[in-house]
């Protein structure tokens, strides 16, 4: 699969995926771009440069924490975690990503269509 | 929408923390592609393909954390005065007008700080209030303090802490001692109460103040000298308390030294002396002292002048003489109080404030210029700017820049401004004939006026970067591309803020024109004004005989005889005479009442008050001295001085007033309601003796050899400031200017030679500094019209050339078309004068609205007069079409084959 099929992020769902990705348990920047990679079958590619802002950007805003620890394979690394404000923040923008998928999905008609 | 106070609540993470994260992020990553099975050196390589540009994140983080544009000021203004280094021409222009614009502003606003602004330097300053009286009187509206009064207050008031009683009166200084110690100078002096300066809060640097005791006439003569003095004449003697000096002739100990600052009643007075006050034997109605009075904390000025006016009816019960209840009452007499601050700086405000205005409106014109060129320069920057932006460069960053030039700018021209500030602020304290403007000594460039200077420059620096930077981040990066692209021409919406700016400027020059062009008229009026003399090679000498050497009136006669005798012999010398007050001069003035034969004042006999007239003392040389014409009658007899004729001359106003079309030559007057009646033997021209902008004096003239002696001394005497022994003598010459003074003044001086002479001029000078302030005024407005001609002038001709030049491609094809080169010279013309009629329009509105605060300052001009504002409007006219014209005549220039062919 080459860079150009792979889905181009739309504005702010980097921010969703994050916080969704570190529901399921704490992980480091690199961590969280392999996870989104994966759930999403390699259709996303996390762009790694704007990650890492991202994840501060989260952290400024008191949704995720973050401190230093050592990973799997004994490398130091950043891990985060998400505060109870990042889970109040990942249920709020998870129903705004349905109601706004939905509503694409109607003005667009069955997938079938597309085909 | 991001909370923009988050930042507040960041805990501060260190950029080599985010650096160290993204460092781990490549190990981790690589370690996975080593996983995958890549080799260390390909999966290094591949995790830092992947992440991108490192620098560009962590540059962006570290905008982010700290306010970025903050921490990068100094950064960025290096880089825009780099910029500014690689344009020149741009940079100097704009400095320059920056830097006349806030010197302009800055020099003026020296000049309000110093004289308007300053506080007095007394202690509690704001409590000190100046006490005098208003008077219903003919001739006269206002009076100070008499002896009785300034007592009586003093002693009987609930409302000052103290009062103390002030006349200047200049004096003779000399050593003690005989041959050349006896040559005395002419030094600014006033007689001053021994509470004046506890009321005025200031301690000498030395020895002591008066003592209470002191003010009465008889006392021990003691003398305060001022400290420029004591460094000036007696080298900082540090013996100079107990050493004795000359003042008038008597030796008076010197019992103090005032420091600096003390500079009252006026900046030069250098020496006090007793008042010499008799609460025995007071002169009730000789208004001759002012009084200062220091406010109880709390006490308005107008709570002080109703207990005042309680107190003046009961003044005559305490001090018995001429000023009765009765005349009281008659004259409508009441105390008037007025901050000190007030009374010191007379009118000189409204013209600082002006002047001040103008040089506001000079400052903003220089901003909307420079404004200009920055918008100007932004336009040729903007296909940059928009590549730098779809690149990824930040709008705060493009603002940042535009601000970092602005400053760069401004400060620089800021500090050129100062200095030159600076400079004319020591041209203006060096000016020859002065200013008529007080307090000018401590004007300078101080905290205060550098802090308005910082402010005006942080100010100007915001007005020239803020539309350019607005226009830039308002702007989206395509659509830039696209209007800057060779194949389109430059916006609307940016020529219309460039229109605005040279609107902005032509109608603030256009202000700037009629402000000046009205006080050139004023100045004009004035100057043509005919002084009822004959300026023209007449000059003045004042002297003083003190009472010491001269104590017999006969020996002043006779001194003044001698004199005039020597003088008269001298070569080239038509005219000689002596009077007590020359016209336009302040000095000596006398004003007394004057009672006229047959005229029952109305209300009555004995219940009336007289009229009040300016009385003068002259020899019968002087009025041909001074070209006064004498049009009835004729002028004095020789001077007796054993049998004074009892002769008056009076002008030609004071002849009508009382006569009407009547011969005045015959008429009798007198200045007490009994006494010796003076016939009028001589009527002059109209004398504007008091100021050119008022009307014609009432003056009568009596003989000079009349000295106070008994047939005076229960008249009018009572009421004279004037004192015989301060007299001057005015000569005609036709000698060349140098060659008439020299022989003159040595010839009192060897006649006199402990008598110092002074204000020695001629009396053109007279003239001048009468008008001294209005030729000020005039003359600032006219350098501040000038230069905003001038700057107006680059303005709109950078604008056209810049507009015509920006439509080459239009022009070329319109010519390749057909259009004639004539047609387009005048489209191009005409829109730059429709730009300049529209600021003509907008700066007459603001012409119309301001001039008004000017009024005060004008004479026999109205501030909306027709002719001067058709004139300002000529000259902008007649400016901004040659400022148009050359960008016009190139434009129909344009060859349209060479400038279309370069635009493949």
Redesign the interface.
Known sequence: MSTRDRLQLLQGTLDLLILRTLASGRA????VA?AIQSASRDSILV????L??AL?RLE???WIRAEWGT?E?N????FYELTAAGRRQLTRATREWWSFADAMALVLGPQSSVG | MRNPLLFLRRRRRPDADFAEEIAAHLELEADRLVAEGLSRREAVHEAHRRFGNIGLVQEDFHRRRTIGWMEAIPQQLRRGARRLVRAPLFSITATLTIALGIGATTAVFSLVNGVLLRPLPFAHPDRLVDISHSIVLQGLSHVDQSDATYLYYRRANHVFTDVGAYRAADVNLSAVGSGDAARARRVEAARASASLFGVLGVAPMRGRVFRDDEDLPGAIPVAIIAERLWQEQYASDPGIVGSEIMVDGVVHEVIGVMPRSFAFPDEGTALWVPIGIDPANTKTAAFDYRAVGRLRPGMTPAAAAADLARLLPKVPEAFPGRLTANAIALTHMEPVVRPLRDVLLGGVGDALWVILGAAAFLLLIACANVANLFLVRAEERQHELAVRRALGAGRGVIVAEFFSEGVSVAVLGGVLGVALAVAGIHALRSMPSGIAIPRLGGVGVDGTVLAAAAGATLLTAFIMSVVPALRSYGAGGASVLVQTSRSATAGRSRHRTRRVFVVVQVALALVLITGAGLMARSFQALRSVNPGFDTARSYTFRVQLPNAAYPASGSVVGYVTRALDEISRLPGVQAAGAISKVPLETEARQDTAVFMEGKVPAGGMGQAMPDIHQVAYATPGSFSALGIPIIEGRSFDVPDASRAPLQAIVTSAFARRYWGDEPAVGRRVRFAPVGPWFTVIGVTGDVHGTRLDEPPDETVYLPLVIAPGPAMANGGADSTRWSPRELAFVVRSSAAPHDATLPVERTLRSLAPAVPVYGVRSMEEVVDRSTARTSFTMGLLEIASLTALVIGEVGLYGVVSYMVSLREREIAVRMALGAQPGALRRRVLGEAMAVAVVGIVVGLGVTLLSMRVIAALLFEVAPNDAATLAGAVAVMGVVALAASWIPARRAAAVDPATTLRTDI
């Open positions: 480091h920047g690199q961590g392999r762009d790694h440069g704007s890492y802002p501060q400024d805003r008191g990973s394979n490398r130091r690394a950043r």
